[in-house]
């Protein structure tokens, strides 16, 4: 009886509409409303036997018991072994189907078995037998192998010293290095938590556009305290450097890679990191690109600075990640100068030179994380140098946190695009995962999203990109929609219309996006410094690849960037196979059309739209589905937390508001080129040209 008054309690305490802060992300373990559903759950988890007493086990076997406790309302008993039935047994034992951290999970003998070779693998399998009872799968002959594709799953933290986080829209850094080491905030572990469930097992905390401060004992010991928080979690800690830190700290009169000193001071700095964190992961390197300093200060190659880090770590088993994400401003002299190919000329002559320990990590286009880009060229061009995935979970170019832009999708895209390197099916995934080139590491890294907002992402919705990062690092081969339907599930609701609704919405959220900012290939044309709102007038910059006219070259007869062998050759730096798809313009796929070419106003496109205006009916109907979206998310009012839903309301109406201003902007601007009419259907912005330029003066003042 006692029993039955507190599970009516616990379903009466979930059913009431509590305000949900968002805080518990994807983990919020409430109880399953139906009896019948939790009780079916309930004949098959009776306890949790545990023959082993390493850390990372100790937590697995910590989060599905208070997991269950939550979902089921019971309090399920860890033991040692069990000799009965209708139980979850961890087993850590060899089994030749799994890698390091892979996992199964079985019916055995009555028994739900996580079998693992490692305690990691056991903390994963935790994890995806928790979803499987959060989503409302059946346990009963559950039978799931699975193994995570690539090695290093990491996110990297642009958060500064300060406090604050380069292209960060949460609030502040989660991590407060003026309390630390002593001061441990709980959220250190939830974040731990919430990385472990998604497969995450590395993160580096500092911006790549690095302060030394990391470099001393001062603050090593801050983040030794991190990494204390997150080692039972799986997760390794890596730093990023300042290259020119030996020289800062003054160990060193200069930081050139090739000097005897600058290699010893590495050496001792790098003894000293694992004295004090002895799992440290490595270095994540910015060198040479934006302003920070490098190896070619002292007429000396990426190689060579890579390679320099590599030796310190040799005795360890940490490696050097180092960005290729550079660009020289081109020659004015150059005809052919173009952002679009400087990191592959930099990076692809060295493959081979680099050490055993050196990743080298591209973003997944070549320009810098617009909201469509054709991947980068040097996925494929480097057979001998393990190539890294960079992904910006952080919406930079994709409306901060006040548009709901679901990230799956252009991560599929990139990882889906074949290379061609080695015939057909050479995608960018199987460079990334190491198959297609038979690479000894593997990473894949997402630029963090994650602030002091009480609910990590700023906009509730973003949890989502977070969450489908992990999900994909792990199984690339996953789909946008099954993430996102799971996402939905352990976040939102459990309702099958509002799932399928919210789904939707997250599934077409990106494309709606690009129509409304970069439609036809567009790209890189938002406000300059802050990559705020439209700026498509924008012709001259501190750097021309910094000004938007650099991107879109629109002129009285058409617009578009022309990259194939009449243009700046960029086209040419892929496979004779993808040059084929983007070639010819009458061939070229829509969505990349004026990356590639120059096209005339008045040209037909395949959908009988003239060029004009299929771009003035892609910023509209870009408006259109925003205003849908809006529509589709009062559907499910009834069945979402108060609190989440008058939010995510809330931010769609400022979207709504903000695609109004890149329609009126980019509609109106590049009307002075056209000199064609917006076409009939469509109603005439409300606002001046001159109106809405102000708008972007206003947001770039001081
Ligand atoms: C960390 C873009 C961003 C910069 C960022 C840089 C990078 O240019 O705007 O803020 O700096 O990429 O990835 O290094």
Same mark, same amino acid.
């Given at each position: 009886m006692f029993k039955k008054i507190i599970c009516l309690l616990l379903l009466f305490l979930s059913i009431k509409t509590f305000a949900d802060d968002g805080y518990r992300l994807w983990l919020k373990y409430d109880l399953i409303k139906n009896q019948k559903e939790r009780e079916s759950y309930a004949r098959i988890t009776k306890f949790i036997a545990v023959n082993s007493q390493l850390e990372i086990v100790k937590t697995a076997s910590i989060e599905l018991q208070s997991g269950l406790k939550g979902l089921l309302g019971k309090t399920v008993p860890v033991i040692a072994s069990s000799k009965s039935t209708g139980g979850i047994v961890f087993q850590l034992s060899l089994n030749k189907d799994l890698n390091e951290e892979g996992y199964s999970i079985t019916s055995q003998n009555g028994n739900i078995v996580i079998n693992a070779n490692t305690e990691k693998g056991i903390l994963y399998g935790t994890f995806e037998l928790l979803r499987s009872i959060q989503t409302g799968k059946s346990l009963s002959n559950i039978s799931i192998v699975s193994n995570p594709k690539i090695q290093y799953r990491m996110l990297n933290h642009w958060d500064n010293p300060l406090g604050t986080i380069e292209r960060g829209y949460a609030g502040s850094s989660l991590w407060k290095w003026y309390e630390l080491p002593e001061n441990i905030d709980p959220r250190y572990k939830d974040y731990a938590r919430a990385n472990a469930s998604i497969g995450i097992n590395a993160t580096v905390v500092n911006n790549v556009n690095a302060s030394a401060r990391f470099m001393t004992?001062?603050?090593?010991?801050k983040v030794k305290a991190l990494a204390d928080v997150f080692r039972p979690y799986g997760i390794k800690v890596f730093l990023s450097i300042n290259f020119a830190a030996p020289k800062i700290l003054k160990g060193?009169?200069?930081?050139?890679?090739?000097?005897? *000193?600058?290699?010893a001071w590495w050496q001792a700095k790098t003894n000293e990191i694992y004295s004090i964190i002895p799992d440290f992961g490595g270095y994540l390197v910015k060198a040479n690109s934006e302003g920070e300093p490098g190896p070619q200060d002292f007429g000396r190659t990426h190689a060579d600075g890579a390679n320099m880090l590599a030796e310190a770590l040799k005795p360890y088993t940490g490696v050097v990640i180092w960005r290729a994400f550079v660009y020289k401003p081109s020659?004015?002299?150059?005809?052919?100068?173009?952002?679009?190919?400087?990191?592959?000329?930099?990076?692809?002559p060295l493959d081979g030179q680099f050490d055993k320990k050196v990743i080298v990590q591209v973003k997944n286009g070549p320009i810098d994380f617009q909201p469509r880009e054709p991947f980068h060229p040097l996925?494929?061009?480097?057979?001998?140098?393990?190539?890294?995935?960079?992904? *910006?979970i952080t919406q930079e170019y994709l409306g901060f946190t006040t548009n709901l832009v679901y990230l799956a999708p252009l991560f599929k895209e990139c990882l889906e695009s074949d290379t061609y390197v080695n015939g057909k099916?050479?995608?960018v995934a199987k460079v990334v995962d190491g198959s297609l080139h038979d690479y000894h590491l593997t990473a894949i890294a997402g630029v963090a999203n994650t602030g002091s907002d009480r609910n990590w992402t700023g906009h509730f919705m973003s949890q989502a990109n977070w969450y489908a990062f992990g999900r994909l690092a792990w199984n690339h081969e996953l789909s946008s929609e099954q993430i996102a339907d799971e996402w939905v599930k352990m976040t939102l609701s459990h309702e099958p219309k509002t799932v399928k609704t919210i789904t939707k919405i997250l599934t077409e959220s990106r494309e709606n996006y690009v129509n409304f900012t970069t439609p036809l290939g567009l790209h890189h044309i938002m406000g300059q410094g802050i990559h705020f709102g439209p700026e498509?007038?924008?012709?001259?910059?501190?750097?021309?690849?910094?000004a938007s006219a650099y991107y879109h070259r629109a002129d009285t007869l058409g617009i578009g960037c022309d990259r194939t062998k009449k243009g700046s050759e960029a086209l040419l730096l892929y496979t004779q196979e993808v040059q084929n798809q983007w070639n010819d313009p009458a061939k070229t796929p829509l969505p990349y059309l004026l990356w590639f070419h120059h096209v005339g106003w008045k040209t037909k496109l395949s959908t009988g739209n003239t060029l004009w205006d299929?771009?003035?009916?892609?910023?509209?109907?870009?408006? *259109?589905?925003?205003?849908?979206?809006?529509?589709?998310?009062?559907?499910?009012?009834?069945?979402?937390?108060?609190?989440?839903?008058?939010d995510v309301a809330g931010r769609l109406a400022v979207q709504e508001r903000e695609a109004i201003w890149w329609r009126d902007a980019c509609v109106l601007y590049f009307r002075q080129y056209s000199k064609m009419p917006i076409p009939a259907q469509f109603p005439k912005p409300e606002r001046s040209l001159e109106e809405v330029t102000k708008l972007v003066e206003i947001y770039q003042l001081r």
């Open positions: 004992k001062e603050y090593l010991l060193t009169k200069t930081s050139d890679p090739l000097d005897p *000193q600058v290699r020659s004015k002299d150059d005809p052919k100068g173009d952002r679009y190919k400087e990191a592959y000329n930099d990076f692809k996925f494929g061009a480097m057979p001998k140098t393990p190539l890294a995935m960079e992904f *910006q099916g050479s995608t498509p007038w924008l012709m001259k910059s501190d750097r021309p690849d910094w299929e771009l003035c009916t892609r910023y509209y109907t870009g408006l *259109q589905s925003v205003k849908d979206m809006r529509k589709e998310w009062n559907s499910v009012k009834p069945n979402i937390d108060k609190e989440i839903f008058e």
